[in-house]
């Protein structure tokens, strides 16, 4: 593994093993037992898009490892400017041992990746969301002990967090049921590959993805640069709320996940979220953890 650019650059394997080392610096970090993985080693986090989980989460990440990590806002960054990511991504290699970037086009982190000489991690493309995805994976093992057979259904918009989770669930042997509205599916690559896995659905009707779920899943239904289509989407979305009516139709018992920021009222009630906090604040945290793992995997000198 030499990049973090989507979750299909993962294997089974590789994803158990970021998340029995994610489970490890947990512990670790519970009961007070420095880990300085990466003494030394320094990371730029490129931001194109607010962030307050992943920028903190990855600052302190590389905090607790004995590394630092720069804030590098494209506001200040000559990419800003028009500088070509080509340029940064050889130029940031000069200096840095790894770049985590949040942008809009997944072809602008392939592009840092082809032509840096450092490991790059994605932060969230429009495309994309691995490192989400890793803890939510993190998070629902936690809960369950294992993945394998489990029932994942998300709910609302075919978005960054849709494709990878698709992505990420199917390779673990879990079965994910998304229900979206017709003009909002996931990304067709993402569709044109899992269309034959009979772990796989894709339906128009929130209440057949739900059914026997272990875990419902949600994401907001505008998405950061979809700002200006908030009305047509709160309208096209108006059915695909996480409420208690359709948790009903999950298996009892089911979990909750929701890659936050949550909008209250919109994809998901303030009953549900309230009624499910402790579960999507695991969650959040596990980010932290997570990553953790993916840098020392990415950036260490051992693993
Ligand atoms: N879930 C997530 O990536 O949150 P931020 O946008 O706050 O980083
Ligand atoms: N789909 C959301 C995820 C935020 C973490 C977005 O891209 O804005």
Redesign the pocket.
């Known amino acids: 593994m030499k990049h973090l650019l989507k979750m299909a650059d993962l294997s089974k394997e590789e994803i158990e093993s970021i998340l029995d080392l994610a489970d490890q610096l947990k512990y670790e970090k519970k009961n007070h037992i420095p880990h300085p993985l990466l003494a030394g080693k320094t990371l730029g986090m490129i931001f194109q898009k607010s962030s307050t989980r992943t920028r903190v989460s990855f600052e302190v990440g590389m905090y607790q490892l004995g590394g630092h990590a720069l804030f590098l806002s494209s506001n200040d960054l000559q990419i800003g400017r028009g500088e070509p990511v080509q340029d940064t991504a050889r130029v940031l290699s000069r200096y840095l041992d790894g770049i985590m970037i949040r942008t809009f086009a997944q072809k602008e982190v392939e592009d840092l990746a082809a032509y840096g000489s450092i490991p790059v991690i994605n932060g ?1 493309t ?1 495309y994309a ?1 691995p490192c ?1 995805v890793l803890a939510d994976l993190l998070t629902i093992r936690e809960k369950y002990a294992a993945l394998e057979g489990l029932k994942l259904c998300y709910i609302g918009d075919g ?3 849709a494709n990878s989770l698709i992505v990420g669930c199917l390779t673990m042997g879990m079965k994910v049921a998304v229900a979206t509205p017709k003009d909002y599916q996931p990304d067709p690559a993402v569709l044109e590959e899992a269309k034959g896995n009979p772990n796989f659905l894709l339906t128009d009707s929130p209440m057949e993805a739900v059914k026997d779920a272990d875990v419902v899943y949600t ?2 239904w505008a ?2 640069g979809q700002e200006k289509e908030k009305e047509e989407r709160m309208k096209a979305f108006a059915g695909f709320q996480v409420n208690e009516e359709l948790l009903k139709a999950a298996k009892p018992g089911a979990i909750v996940q929701h ?3 949550a909008y209250r009222g919109q994809e998901i009630t303030e009953e549900v979220f309230e009624a499910h906090a402790d579960e999507l604040f695991d969650e959040a945290e596990n980010r932290l953890h997570v990553q953790k793992a993916v840098l020392v995997k990415l950036l260490g000198d051992q693993q």
């Open positions: 969230l429009d969301h989400q978005n960054n967090m994401d907001t998405s950061m890659c936050l920021p």
